[in-house]
């Protein structure tokens, strides 16, 4: 749960840690330690390696319980960011049981997914499934609305804060719109000074993205994917997530 500064491009990270105020981004309220915390972390990293169409610099944060001195200070940096979230949090939580389980996150092909899909289905805790979705759930309804309350305005740019948050399932590659959401981020987050997505590949000279990553539950239907789904099934029937079941 700790920043890390991330080279978009290479494979190499760095934790916050190693800036010397990077405490003061633990805390409910806005800490000019992390500020600093973020630009001597940032400013490392940078002097490394500079920002090109390979790789760039930026933070990636884990959600955690409260985000309130690293939002102050991204905005008060005016850092370009977006927030990125699951719609569908059972499956996040399928994906995440099942990695544990044969500790693969990523699979190198479809045979490799096919194998942790049939074999290492995972048991979700019926009795906290339903809690533990709740609670994510209005973990991302804070996240945002502290988005809102910290970054709106004249002296963080006044960033239209609704406009920034994306999700998982409009980025695969599975929905035809994903490169024009994907135009969005790259936009958003300073790497491009246009959202079209054909005129990115353009000024790329035809460039396109290529995954190494294999999707393994993807869209397959979540009866297919845990061990006790009639149990899970029973805990979210009747409550505002039972659509995640399908």
């Excluded at 400013?43 to 930026?58: P, V």
């Excluded at 973990?139 to 920034?164: N, W």
Aim: glycine share 8%; with cysteine; aromatic share 8%.
């Amino acid at each position: 749960h700790y920043a890390k500064p991330i080279g978009l491009g290479g494979t190499s990270f760095s934790q916050l840690e190693a800036a010397p105020d990077h405490e003061g981004c633990f805390g409910d309220k806005p800490s000019k330690r992390c500020s600093c915390a973020l630009r001597q972390a940032f400013a490392k990293q940078a002097n490394e390696r500079s920002n090109t169409f390979q790789s760039t610099q930026g933070f990636k944060w884990i959600l955690r319980e409260d985000m309130t001195p690293v939002i102050a200070s991204t905005c008060e940096l005016r850092l370009q960011w977006v927030i990125m979230l699951r719609r569908n949090i059972l499956r996040r939580h399928i994906s995440n049981s099942a990695a544990k389980l044969d500790k693969r996150s990523h699979v190198k092909d479809k045979e490799d997914a096919k194998d942790l899909r049939e074999n290492f289905k995972p048991t979700l805790n019926p009795e906290k499934i339903y809690r533990e979705i709740k609670e994510e759930s209005d973990g991302y309804v804070k996240l945002i609305e502290d988005f809102k309350q910290l970054c709106q305005g004249p002296a963080t740019g006044d960033l239209d804060v609704a406009s920034r948050v994306h999700y998982y399932e409009d980025l695969v590659d599975s929905n035809p719109a994903s490169p024009g959401e994907w135009g969005k981020v790259l936009y958003q987050l300073g790497g491009w000074n246009t959202s079209n997505v054909t005129r990115i590949r353009e000024l790329a000279g035809g460039w396109r993205v290529d995954t190494r990553t294999t999707v393994v539950h993807g869209t397959h239907p979540v009866a297919d994917l845990i061990a006790n789904y009639g149990a899970v099934e029973e805990a979210l029937r009747g409550t505002e997530f039972e659509w995640m079941l399908h």
